[in-house]
């Protein structure tokens, strides 16, 4: 059963910082370029980053270049985005994912809840 469990979310003030976690199983995690999401309530996804398997090569929304990060440890099958610099519009619940269009990948994990205060 493929399982992408995120954690490391939390309350912020602007300004500041989180390490957030993705930890995968039930997949070859290094066979696949993961992606780092983010959704508030009542809008559409958005793609935040994204990372290829071997980490050549990482993606970023211009809103969060320059203040996030996203590294990978394929032999703990974890990904780790890096929130630098948060602010306020950052909030939102964070998800990592796998390629959408391969039906392992359909369905959504729990994600983890970011909130920046001013």
């Known amino acids: 059963q493929v399982q992408l469990v995120e954690s490391g979310g939390g309350s912020a003030q602007s300004g500041g910082s989180l390490r957030l976690s993705c930890v995968a199983s039930g997949f070859t995690f290094s066979a696949h370029g993961i992606s780092w999401d983010r959704q508030v309530p009542g809008k559409e996804h958005e793609l935040v980053a994204s990372?290829?398997?071997?980490?050549?090569?990482?993606n970023y929304l211009a809103a969060v270049k320059g203040r996030f990060t996203i590294s990978r440890d394929n032999d703990k099958t974890t990904l780790y985005p890096q929130m630098d610099d948060l602010k306020v519009e950052d909030t939102a619940i964070y998800y990592c994912?796998?390629?959408?269009?391969?039906?392992?990948?359909?369905?959504w994990g729990q994600g983890t809840q970011v909130t920046v205060s001013a």
């Open positions: 990372i290829t398997r071997t980490s050549r090569r990482a």
């Open positions: 994912s796998g390629p959408r269009y391969l039906p392992i990948f359909a369905t």
